[in-house]
């Protein structure tokens, strides 16, 4: 069974960049689709992007310009960087694994992470 | 800017029959939009449980069911049960490229 586990600082000041680290255990990063969703305190989800590890990348336009995700060299770790940030980014951050048949099919989520933008 | 659009709130009874809709600012949503739906519950992260518009994961209740109906996408839960009462959220795949998530449904067993 594919276990993943966000991390990463809790707190981030304004203008900064918010940096994240999904770990996956029991699956491999060479192969399906990884994603990360956030979702504000008391607010709905927001899909953020997704990519693979052959290089297919596609960010949420309203975040793309602000938005990196790239995979470790080990290949057990994924990363997002959203640089810029204001209080509007306070969110949980979720990671997803996305398995593409003839399209996305979400499975296994983490735990999610609290990441508070604040000076 | 597309929108997803879910019923922000619904009311069933246990054991009762409810449908969740999810509906798309661009028109009718068809199987090439590929709708996923998650179940959270309060103080979790989200779970998945139907995908491709209809197809179960192996932890997702028989009671759960996908479908497209009337230009939307939808969750029918036949048989609630308490545990059933959560937040649950579609999103649909557009264009080859982006996905967009619903505003979500809480629904209510009452």
């Known amino acids: 069974q594919v276990q993943l586990q966000e991390s990463g600082p809790g707190l981030v000041k304004p203008s900064e960049t918010l940096s994240l680290t999904c770990t996956v255990s029991?699956?491999?990063?060479?192969?399906?689709?990884w994603s990360w969703i956030r979702q504000p305190p008391g607010k709905g989800l927001e899909w953020i992007g997704y990519?693979?590890?052959?290089?297919?990348?596609n960010y949420s336009p309203s975040l793309k310009s602000r938005v990196t995700m790239s995979v470790d060299s080990s290949k057990t770790h994924f990363s997002l960087k959203l640089s810029s940030v204001t209080a509007a980014d306070t969110a949980v951050y979720y990671c997803?694994?996305?398995?593409w048949g003839w399209g996305p099919q979400f499975d296994y989520l983490g735990q999610g992470t609290l990441v508070t933008v604040s000076s | 800017q597309t929108v997803v659009t879910q019923e922000p709130s619904l009311t069933v009874s246990p054991g009762g029959t409810v449908t969740l809709t999810c509906a798309s600012s661009?028109?009718?949503?068809?199987?090439?939009?590929?709708a996923n739906w998650f179940q959270q519950k309060p103080g979790q992260a989200p779970r998945a449980l139907i995908y491709?518009?209809?197809n179960k994961h192996s932890w997702t209740p028989a009671r759960f069911a996908g479908s497209l109906l009337g230009g939307k996408a939808a969750l029918t839960l036949s048989g609630v049960q308490p545990e059933d009462e959560a937040d649950y959220y579609c999103?649909?795949?557009?264009?080859?490229?982006?996905?967009?998530f619903g505003g979500g449904t809480k629904l209510t067993v009452l």
């Open positions: 999103v649909l795949y557009y264009g080859g490229a982006h996905l967009v």
């Open positions: 661009t028109g009718a949503v068809t199987s090439g939009f590929y």
């Open positions: 491709s518009t209809s």
């Open positions: 029991g699956g491999s990063i060479n192969s399906d689709y």
């Open positions: 990519f693979s590890d052959t290089g297919n990348t």
């Open positions: 997803a694994r996305i398995i």
